[in-house]
């Protein structure tokens, strides 16, 4: 298994351009999430999902949107980029739907800078 | 908002000593998790305590949990190199399917 994987690892945007950081999972879990780490901050979460078509929204959501329309997939839309948006993004996993509950399984991260 | 905030939050000693991190939380939590992150990658689970445990155990970790207190340790006994990361403690609380992180304790071991 590849367990969570991320892409691009390292991202440049311009104020206002739009991206999707994607995730994938390939451990069959219905808990998904994403973070973002800032120095100082620790990591605060952006959007999760419990299942495909089911999203809600986490601790940081402006500015992000997200969506879940299979299982695996789970990415992350910057509709217009801000320079306080630049950070570490985390993608995490976990087993079961009561996945704040349960041990996370995180990906490699994806570093945004947006000039 | 943080729920856990971890104290010391850099803490700097010999291989083969033992470290010890608290975390302390304000709500009441259903459970909380420690999860190591070495440097550029993502974070790694080490151990979940339920709010009904007090103490676990994981080979050289220990971790244990007051409630009364809100509050929490992590022990990594007989240091190695390898232990060197940050190490972030992280809550849920009842009736909530989230984690909060804390801002994390960087642990270095100096061979």
């Known amino acids: 298994n590849a367990g969570v994987t991320q892409t691009p690892k390292f991202q440049v945007l311009k104020t206002g351009q739009s991206m999707t950081l994607q995730c994938a999972q390939d451990m069959n879990h219905e808990y998904m999430s994403w973070y973002r780490q800032d120095p100082g901050m620790g990591l605060r979460l952006i959007h999760y999902?419990?299942?495909?078509?089911?999203?809600d929204q986490g601790e940081v959501p402006n500015g992000y949107n997200v969506s879940r329309s299979t299982t695996e997939d789970f990415p992350l839309r910057l509709l217009s980029a801000a320079p306080s948006q630049t950070s570490v993004y985390f993608c995490?996993?976990?087993?079961?739907?009561?996945?704040?509950?349960?041990?996370?399984?995180f990906g490699p991260g994806t570093r945004l800078t947006v000039l | 908002s943080q729920q856990g905030e971890e104290d010391p939050q850099a803490l700097s000693i010999q291989e083969g000593e033992n470290a010890t991190m608290n975390c302390s939380y304000k709500t009441s939590i259903n459970n909380l998790q420690w999860y190591r992150q070495n440097s550029g990658r993502g974070l790694v689970h080490l151990i979940l305590i339920r709010s009904n445990e007090r103490e676990k155990h994981s080979g050289r970790l220990r971790v244990t949990l007051d409630t009364s207190k809100k509050s929490s340790s992590l022990l990594i006994t007989a240091s190695r190199a390898a232990d060197t990361a940050s190490y972030f403690c992280a809550t849920v609380i009842y009736g909530n399917n989230r984690l909060a992180f804390g801002k994390g304790n960087q642990v270095v071991v100096i061979p």
């Open positions: 995490a996993s976990s087993a079961r739907r009561s996945g704040g509950n349960n041990e996370q399984f």
């Open positions: 999902s419990v299942g495909a078509g089911i999203t």
